[in-house]
T-cell receptor, first 113, second 111 residues
Framework: SQTIHQWPATLVQPVGSPLSLECTVE??????LYWYRQAAGRGLQLLFY??????ISSEVPQNLSASRPQDRQFILSSKKLLLSDSGFYLC????????????FGEGSRLTVL | EDQVTQSPEALRLQEGESSSLNCSYT??????LFWYRQDPGKGPEFLFT???AGEEKEKERLKATLTKKESFLHITAPKPEDSATYLC????????????FGTGTQLKVEL
């Protein structure tokens, strides 16, 4: 069966510090991978998606970046965090380029102080 | 701009009290509507996919329906374990991989 792992689950970071969130998927090959952010009172916002190794599409211009160094690994990074980066970050995977059936990780709660 | 609006924002039901959640959408061209369930502090869990008006899907106490302007998630005889936030999302023509999510309905079912 397929599983998705996301870490860390919770982190508190000072403004201006770097960020790295990691996500790995097991039990499937060549998945589409997604990073979403969920802010209080707002819907899930798509940040990045990837259809293959090294292929990253950005949906929202910001100080975040994503990388996919391996088929089932997706990393969200920032060189300098802003207060507005606080939120609940969710990694997800799906099969097929235009599927709406996504499988989400447990999420990473980021607080920037 | 594509928009997804869910109502009500919050709903409190007694166990066994059936009700419906609404997801209305204004999009250029619908390529699919999706329902998810999200428990507090967790990632969303996929429930249903609907593609065309008149389509219905069922799972246990949940039934999702779709019209040309909105979707309903009907909950029949809910139990406390149905308490969660229910999200709907749409995929639109020309939107590629992007899903546009609503802000959700927070459902609480009490004994």
């Amino acid at each position: 069966s397929q599983t998705i792992h996301q870490w860390p689950a919770t982190l508190v970071q000072p403004v201006g510090s770097p960020l790295s969130l990691e996500c790995t998927v097991e039990g499937t090959s060549n998945p589409n991978l997604y990073w979403y952010r969920q802010a209080a009172g707002r819907g899930l916002q798509l940040l990045f998606y990837s259809v293959g190794i090294g292929q990253i599409s950005s949906e929202v211009p910001q100080n975040l970046s994503a990388s996919r160094p391996q088929d089932r690994q997706f990393i969200l990074s920032s060189k300098k965090l802003l207060l507005s980066d606080s939120g609940f970050y969710l990694c997800a995977w799906g099969l097929g380029q235009y599927t709406g059936e996504l499988f989400f990780g447990e999420g990473s709660r980021l607080t920037v102080l | 701009e594509d928009q997804v609006t869910q109502s009500p924002e919050a709903l409190r039901l007694q166990e066994g009290e059936s009700s419906s959640l609404n997801c209305s959408y204004t999009v250029s061209g619908l390529r699919g509507l999706f329902w998810y369930r999200q428990d507090p502090g967790k990632g969303p869990e996929f429930l249903f996919t609907l593609y065309s008006a008149g389509e219905e899907k069922e799972k246990e106490r949940l039934k999702a329906t779709l019209t040309k302007k909105e979707s309903f998630l009907h909950i029949t005889a809910p139990k406390p374990e149905d308490s969660a936030t229910y999200l709907c999302a749409v995929r639109v023509t020309g939107g590629g991989n992007k899903l546009t999510f609503g802000t959700g309905t927070q459902l609480k079912v009490e004994l």
